[in-house]
């Protein structure tokens, strides 16, 4: 049995409803509490909620239903625009890096936690000579990877950032794509990429010529 009642705000004269349970008395000590265990028991709510539970077990036993998932030997999927540890990019044509030293990352970093030195090489071409990311400062706000004019820069999917050693993921090199894994570099992924459609988002400008 239940009892619906309209309330009407006079202010905002939106409709609410009320759904009004008849739940009785629940009896908290003595026969009356002694006999509607019993009644509960004997009318088998107690074996239902057995039955359900050997159903979900035999179900993720022998029919694959498991909602649980094993890690670390199992991870979830990420979404692709997922800010975590970065990664530094090669050129898929030379396997040279992307970074040409611009400084743009370390100027818009809000954390100040990119360093990085450049210097001429013979000749005559910026290189980057040094480049950290402190990830004890790191906020992972995605800023240096959208700045980046060379998409040098983006975020990956590492997560896991525990580590013993601070130093041991922050430098270029722990970074950069590995030469030998240049093929599965994949272009472009990771926030801070461009997207797969992005030409065909781009509208072009009235003045086009
Ligand atoms: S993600 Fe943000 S805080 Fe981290 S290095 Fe890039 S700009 Fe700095
Ligand atoms: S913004 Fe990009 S190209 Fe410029 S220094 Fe940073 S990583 Fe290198």
Same mark, same amino acid.
């Given at each position: 049995?239940? #009892?619906?009642?309209?309330?009407?705000?006079?202010?905002?004269?939106?409709?609410?409803?009320?759904?009004?349970?008849?739940?009785?008395?629940? $009896?908290?000590?003595?026969?009356?509490?002694?006999?509607?265990?019993?009644?509960?028991?004997?009318? %088998?709510?107690?074996?239902?909620?057995?039955?359900?539970?050997?159903?979900?077990?035999?179900?993720?036993?022998?029919?694959?239903?498991?909602?649980?998932?094993?890690? $670390?030997? #199992?991870?979830?999927?990420?979404?692709?625009?997922?800010?975590?540890?970065?990664?530094?990019?090669?050129?898929?044509?030379?396997?040279?890096?992307?970074?040409?030293?611009? %400084?743009?990352?370390?100027?818009?970093?809000?954390?100040?936690?990119? =360093?990085? #030195?450049?210097?001429?090489?013979?000749?005559?071409?910026?290189?980057?000579?040094?480049?950290?990311?402190?990830? %004890?400062?790191?906020?992972?706000?995605?800023?240096? +990877?959208?700045?980046?004019?060379?998409? =040098?820069?983006?975020?990956?999917?590492?997560?896991?950032? +525990?580590?013993?050693?601070? =130093?041991?993921?922050?430098?270029?090199?722990?970074?950069?794509? $590995?030469?030998?894994?240049?093929?599965?570099?994949?272009?472009? +992924?990771?926030?801070?990429?461009?997207? $797969?459609?992005?030409? =065909?988002?781009?509208?072009?400008?009235?003045?086009?010529?």
């Amino acid at each position: 049995m239940h #009892e619906e009642i309209i309330h009407t705000d006079s202010t905002s004269k939106e409709k609410q409803n009320y759904v009004m349970l008849e739940l009785g008395s629940t $009896p908290a000590y003595g026969w009356p509490a002694f006999k509607q265990v019993v009644k509960r028991t004997v009318n %088998g709510e107690l074996f239902v909620g057995l039955w359900i539970t050997l159903k979900e077990m035999g179900k993720t036993l022998f029919k694959g239903g498991k909602h649980t998932t094993m890690y $670390p030997f #199992e991870k979830m999927p990420i979404s692709p625009r997922y800010r975590a540890i970065h990664n530094m990019l090669r050129l898929l044509e030379s396997g040279h890096y992307r970074c040409i030293g611009c %400084g743009l990352c370390e100027k818009i970093c809000i954390s100040n936690c990119i =360093a990085m #030195e450049t210097r001429y090489d013979e000749n005559q071409r910026k290189e980057v000579s040094e480049y950290t990311i402190n990830f %004890g400062r790191c906020i992972y706000c995605g800023y240096c +990877a959208e700045v980046c004019p060379e998409l =040098a820069i983006v975020h990956g999917g590492r997560y896991e950032t +525990a580590s013993e050693q601070r =130093a041991s993921f922050s430098l270029f090199d722990d970074m950069l794509t $590995p030469i030998d894994m240049l093929k599965q570099q994949q272009e472009f +992924a990771g926030f801070g990429s461009v997207t $797969p459609n992005a030409d =065909a988002a781009i509208k072009k400008t009235p003045l086009a010529y």
